[in-house]
């Protein structure tokens, strides 16, 4: 099996370069690699085609178009049976191929997703937010894997199509936020084979700190109701978890105001104040001891705690913001 990988590419050329050493270690060798500069204002064509002499590296510079289409650009040059798509902030293990092409073969794959994990060299934070990305107490137990709730939509960090789907598909609809997940439906109505390769994980560094991760997770958020507008099927309970999430959040800090301006004289309100504190007492303390027993790392515990929050408050913040957007108000 003959495997062309495309990557797009936004300002980021620090980024691609631990990618493409990565590949150079890759135990399967059979693959070409394409990497798509979408309009990016810092460009990384010194360091790809440093790399030709040990990868089989393709660069294009094409206008900004959203990396939706900058992936469709690539399938259009790839010659490959398989084309895998990964984010540029990603780094591959040496089997991560050789596992993706068993995978397929196993399963008799059309398309396939695959999880993400933390490398040893990535930052408590981004180890935290790692966590975070991928817990089931947090939007993580929300994203697709084999235990979710409904059919597993592969996210474009880490994910793959055949060339008969990219001929029938025509790929990406959607230039940026929630088009993987656009993606993953129509490959599914078209009944193609889509599954979860467990064994072919990837490292993804994602963001480095809270505030650029609030900013990642508030469009995630936003980006869910841009599916329900397209899909309302696709829409389920658990979805709008996170904004119950901040409601309550809310909730309980008008009551503590509310509380003290009557100097707690009303007794319901103060009632409901402590059961939304002890709720979120018991939230942070399984957040915490879920996380040091997953991780085995008192630092990256510890952070990840306002990470889940800051996680939990985004993706609520911004799928309200959607909803009252495009749904409430028909914008």
């Known amino acids: 099996m003959f495997f062309s990988i495309i990557i797009p590419l936004y300002n980021r050329p620090q980024e691609i370069h631990e990618l493409l050493q990565s590949l150079t270690e890759q135990q399967y060798s059979d693959f070409e690699i394409i990497i798509v500069e979408d309009g990016s204002r810092i460009q990384a064509k010194d360091i790809v085609q440093a790399f030709a002499d040990r990868l089989d590296v393709h660069y294009y510079l094409t206008e900004n178009t959203g990396q939706g289409f900058a992936r469709n650009y690539g399938f259009g040059k790839a010659k490959g049976d398989f084309f895998i798509v990964l984010d540029s902030d990603v780094i591959v293990p040496p089997q991560y191929l050789r596992q993706v092409a068993a995978g397929i073969k196993a399963q008799q794959l059309d398309a396939f997703g ?28 929300i994203r697709g894997n084999k235990k979710h709730i409904g059919p597993f939509h ?3 960090f880490n994910m793959g199509i055949s060339r008969a789907v990219w001929e029938r598909t025509k790929g990406f609809r959607l230039s940026r936020r929630s088009e993987d997940i656009e993606f993953s439906i129509r490959m599914i109505a078209e009944g193609f084979q889509v599954g979860l390769i467990p064994e072919a994980f990837v490292y993804h560094k994602r963001r480095t700190d809270l505030s650029q991760f609030f900013r990642q997770t508030y469009l995630f958020g936003k980006g869910r109701i841009d599916i329900y507008k397209i899909y309302p099927k696709e829409l389920k309970w658990v979805h709008a978890l996170p904004a119950v999430f901040v409601v309550g959040l809310v909730v309980i800090a008008m009551l503590t105001l509310l509380n003290v301006l009557t100097y707690g004289g009303i007794t319901l309100f103060v009632q409901i104040a402590y059961l939304g504190y002890a709720f ?21 515990a510890l952070n990840a705690v306002p990470a889940a929050y800051v996680q939990l ?19």
């Open 280 to 300: 979120l007492s018991l939230y942070t303390i399984a957040l915490f001891f879920h996380a040091l027993n997953t991780t085995k790392d008192l630092l990256v």
């Open 114 to 141: 695959g999880p993400d994990a933390a490398h040893a060299s990535f930052s408590d934070m981004q180890k935290a937010i790692s966590y975070s990305m991928t817990s089931p107490l947090t939007t993580g137990g």
């Open 313 to 331: 408050v985004a993706y609520g913040s911004g799928f309200i913001q959607n909803y009252m957007d495009k749904i409430c108000f028909q914008k």
């Open 154 to 156: 592969p996210r474009s």
